[in-house]
């Protein structure tokens, strides 16, 4: 069993991995629980107190900030809120998106800036233990004020509304609450706005990209190293002392790694008649560490929004502060996302580039990789798809964080898209697997025409492995269902 603790401590991704786990428990800490409870009773002492007005909890919201609200309904205008920000459309959000959703806003209201009551951040950890999974779709957020959209659509089971995923099927919530004996939740002043603002439509979709690009980033240098040997290129370029006068980190670590797979390979040192090779071998250093450069900065960013309150207005009872101000806005996480996805196609880009040279019939290698080009198409078609996703990629990769707005009648004049950016990067991040999955595909079957040389023990060994999942190509045959293995076999590799 997998714990996830929340008691004020930070977290890093690697700590969020745990929430993908099938058993993973959430865990509110004695620390968390406190927090939580003075900060609600600092705020019910505040509203009983004063007379001035606390936006979004004497006061309605968006353009109608100036609108007061009276205490006897104020629980009504908290539930009107989650029922009429309930418009996430389009495309269901999958699961593991949902589990980070519900942990990171459980983990961002834990920190006690929030004015939740402790039941009701306690339902979602009940929800998320007992596999209780809202239905949320992936548009409809402006990253501006959160994510409103797909976050009211995350909450509505809370008062009994909306769907879950339960038992895999997909059901209405209030037959779930009922079954598992739960009453739905009647909201309390300042709650539905605490739900509902906040950036974890976006951090969800940015730590599950992160966990994806940090694994395809090695899994590149990798695949390239044995598309390099395949295709009897040089190993010169990857030499540590070229790297050490231009020393971006993530190139230097590249050619380190690319050497590294390819110590001890027959094929590497043999002697080459041609005196360079094309920018898609020989750069890999250059464009593979430019990619590892840009997730060093991404994930400082998703880390420091991993570890913050994101909702408002901002609640400080030891201040004795309510300050209506802007941490909901999505513009941080939207510029990295947009960053990370343009790197990422990078690393498809030239990927692909790689695949193309390695079925044109040259150094020695035939004609689409088979024995008999002709008589058999080969490896022709693969090429096609690869370089149809890392099209896709580039349309993809148009950023999403210049675009803006306005909404709530101008009151909020200035959105990030960051729900948009989130949705498009982890696309860019799936397809750029299925494009290395195609290198790897090509890049196996070309070593065979190099036999009896070999490579290096830690690339046979990675071939035999790949081999159990996908055969070699002898003639024609229906390709698409060897592609989707290699595509399986990726995302088996841990490296």
Not at 133 to 154: C, E, F, K, R, T
Request: glycine share 8%; hydrophobic share 40%.
């Amino acid at each position: 069993m997998h714990i996830f603790t929340i008691d004020g401590n930070k977290h890093t991704i690697e700590n969020a991995k745990l929430l993908l786990y099938d058993d993973c428990l959430l865990v509110l800490g004695d620390n968390a629980k406190k927090r939580i409870r003075d900060c609600r009773n600092f705020l019910d002492s505040k509203v009983a107190s004063s007379n001035d007005p606390i936006y979004g909890v004497t006061t309605g919201f968006g353009s109608l900030c100036d609108v007061s609200v009276g205490e006897k309904d104020l629980g009504c205008l908290q539930t009107n809120l989650v029922k009429s920000h309930a418009c996430s459309i389009g495309d269901p959000v999958e699961i593991s998106i949902i589990k980070l959703m519900m942990a990171l806003k459980v983990k961002s209201l834990a920190y006690g800036y929030s004015g939740i009551r402790l039941e009701t951040a306690q339902r979602l950890v009940d929800m998320f233990n007992n596999h209780v999974y809202p239905v949320v779709y992936q548009q409809g957020s402006l990253g501006a004020s959160g994510d409103l959209a797909p976050l009211a659509n995350m909450c509505l089971p809370l008062i009994g509304l909306g769907e879950v995923y339960y038992k895999g099927e997909k059901r209405p919530s209030a037959g779930v609450l009922s079954e598992l004996g739960w009453k739905p939740l009647t909201l309390a002043s300042k709650e539905g706005l605490a739900l509902l603002n906040g950036t974890q439509f976006m951090l969800a979709h940015c730590v599950l990209a992160f966990i994806n690009a940090m694994r395809i980033s090695a899994l590149a240098d990798k695949i390239g190293a044995l598309s390099l040997d395949a295709y009897d290129g040089r190993i010169e370029p990857f030499n540590e002392y070229v790297h050490l006068v231009r020393p971006h980190p993530g190139q230097i670590a590249t050619a380190k790694a690319v050497r590294e797979y390819l110590a001890g390979s027959e094929m590497i040192s043999r002697h080459k008649v041609h005196v360079q090779d094309p920018y898609s071998f020989r750069c890999i250093p250059q464009v593979h560490g430019a990619v590892k450069d840009a997730l060093d900065y991404v994930g400082s960013v998703f880390e420091i929004e991993l570890n913050s309150a994101t909702d408002n207005p901002t609640i400080l009872p030891g201040k004795d502060l309510i300050i209506s101000a802007g941490n909901f806005h999505g513009e941080p996480l939207a510029i990295a996302l947009d960053y990370l996805s343009i790197a990422m196609a990078e690393l498809g880009s030239i990927s692909e580039r790689r695949t193309y040279r390695l079925i044109e019939g040259k150094r020695g290698l035939p004609s689409f990789l088979v024995a008999h080009p002709g008589l058999n198409s080969g490896f022709m078609i693969p090429q096609y798809a690869a370089a149809s996703i890392a099209s896709q990629n580039k349309q993809l990769c148009t950023p999403a964080c210049v675009d803006t707005v306005d909404s709530s009648q101008g009151q909020e004049d200035h959105v990030s898209m960051g729900g948009n950016a989130a949705t498009k990067c982890l696309k860019v991040v799936y397809n750029v697997e299925e494009i290395l999955a195609i290198e790897l595909f090509n890049a196996a079957q070309a070593f065979e025409f190099r036999h009896p040389t070999r490579t290096s023990p830690i690339l046979e060994q990675f071939i035999a492995d790949y081999r159990k999942f996908v055969p070699f190509v002898e003639e024609d045959e229906v390709m698409y269902p060897l592609i989707n293995k290699s595509i399986q076999f990726l995302k088996k590799q841990n490296i």
